[in-house]
C-alpha cells in the first residue's frame, strides 16, 4: 500500500522561507504525477503546485507563483516544495498527493494517495 510523508512544515514569519518534504513508499513514484495541495483554517483544499511524471512539467496557483517551487527527486522518491516569501495567508496544513491514472476500456485504472498534512503557520 502506498504511503506518503510530509516533513518541514512549522512556524515562519511573513517574509520568510521554509521548504516542504514528501518521502513516498510502497508504490512506483516516478509513474505518479505529484501535487502540493493546501487547507487554511474554514476554507478548502486547494491545489498549490505540481509536477508531472512525463516529463517534470510544472503547474501553480496563481497564488503562489513566483514564489513558490515544486520539484522531485526519482531516484530518492520524494517531492519537495520551496516556498519563499511567505505570507499570513499561507497558513495551512499541506498535504502532499500522488496520481496515476492510464489504460483504456475495461483496463482502465487511477490510483491516488494522500499524506497526513503538514502543518504551517506564518506568523509575526
Known amino acids: 500500500q502506498g504511503q506518503l510523508v510530509e516533513s518541514g512544515g512549522g512556524l515562519v514569519q511573513p517574509g520568510g522561507s521554509l521548504r516542504l518534504s514528501c518521502a513516498a513508499s510502497?508504490?512506483?513514484?516516478?509513474?505518479?504525477?505529484m501535487s502540493w495541495y493546501r487547507q487554511a483554517p474554514g476554507k478548502e483544499r486547494e491545489l498549490v503546485a505540481s509536477?508531472?511524471?512525463?516529463?517534470?512539467?510544472?503547474n501553480y496557483a496563481d497564488s503562489v507563483k513566483g514564489r513558490f517551487t515544486i520539484s522531485r527527486d526519482n531516484p530518492k522518491n520524494t517531492v519537495y516544495l520551496q516556498m519563499s516569501s511567505l505570507k499570513p495567508g499561507g497558513t495551512a496544513v499541506y498535504y502532499c498527493?500522488?496520481?496515476?491514472?492510464?489504460?483504456?476500456?475495461?483496463?482502465?485504472?487511477?490510483?491516488?494517495?494522500w499524506g497526513q498534512g503538514a502543518r504551517v503557520t506564518v506568523s509575526s
Open positions: 510502497g508504490f512506483t513514484f516516478s509513474v505518479y504525477d
Open positions: 498527493n500522488a496520481h496515476a491514472e492510464g489504460g483504456v476500456g475495461a483496463g482502465m485504472y487511477e490510483y491516488l494517495y
Open positions: 509536477v508531472t511524471s512525463a516529463d517534470g512539467s510544472t
